[in-house]
């Protein structure tokens, strides 16, 4: 059975003491029948992966090379050695305010896997393209290129979140009904490219406006094997609950 994995993505939020105050209140609260994380500013990853004993520590983006002149970048060898073993890539703010492009997503996946760390790999749809039906297009494009070229062996070890762009921030979350339609068309597009066994491995998370009173309806989907949430993870009190919630 594969493991629900849950990651706060916390974005341009948090100093690094606002951090450390999260994880003193939530880090005990971590039970083993699920993986449950955060993903933090570059600032603030070393010290809260130190004070961090349960929570999973995540970087929010990578540069796909491992050096070099690329002034405010962070690489993949400078996270390992953070210790740390979840990024997020491709999330639709860095492709949309920041010009990240599938192939990027897929340099980035590649260097991160040869770094032992697992990609957190956001797909999803704007709300024009979900209007026309074309979110299974969408799916198959995004999760097509950023798999490229990557072995059967590590594509079990990604995780796929898929996050419609018009649920994100904006309190509209899809309907579990949706939710499990995409995922499943994650896992769909996986078992095209790799065979099913490949895909049956694999961990799809839906992100957009999760939150304490929806996570349990989105958890109880067949294809849902987890959540990406935004808002909801800033506050100690409501990311413990859906810590509660998930088991
Ligand atoms: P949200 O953000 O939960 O605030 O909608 C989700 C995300 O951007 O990953």
């Not at 948090?14 to 039970?31: G, M, P, R, S, W």
């Not at 897929?106 to 979110?135: H, M, R, W, Y």
């Not at 009904?177 to 994650?186: E, L, R, W, Y």
Request: charge should be negative; charged fraction near 25%.
């Amino acid at each position: 059975m594969r493991k629900k994995i849950i990651v706060g993505n916390w974005k341009m939020n948090k100093t690094i003491a606002e951090a450390l105050d999260f994880v003193k209140a939530v880090d005990q609260k971590v039970h083993d029948q699920a993986e449950f994380g955060i993903a933090t500013s570059f600032v603030a990853l070393k010290s809260v992966k130190d004070a961090a004993k349960n929570l999973i520590v995540a970087a929010q983006n990578v540069h796909f090379k491992d050096s070099g002149a690329y002034t405010g970048e962070v690489s993949a060898p400078m996270l390992k050695e953070l210790g740390l073993t979840h990024v997020i890539i491709g999330h639709s703010e860095r492709r949309q305010m920041f010009n990240c492009s599938d192939e990027d997503v897929n340099l980035q996946a590649k260097k991160l896997l040869e770094n032992d760390i697992v990609p957190i790999i956001c797909v999803g749809e704007t709300l024009e393209q979900f209007e026309e039906s074309k979110t299974k297009e969408v799916i198959d494009t995004q999760v097509s290129a950023a798999l490229n070229g990557i072995d059967a062996k590590d594509v079990e070890k990604v995780v796929i979140a898929y996050e419609p762009i018009w649920a994100i921030g904006t309190g509209k979350s899809a309907s579990a009904q949706i939710a499990q339609d995409s995922c499943k068309a994650v896992r769909d597009v996986v078992a095209k490219l790799f065979g099913q066994e490949v895909a049956d491995k694999l961990r799809v998370q839906y992100g957009g406006s999760v939150n304490t009173a929806n996570i349990e309806e989105y958890m109880s989907q067949a294809d849902i094997d987890g959540a990406l949430i935004g808002g909801a993870s800033l506050k100690a009190d409501s990311f413990t609950e859906i810590i509660e919630k998930v088991k």
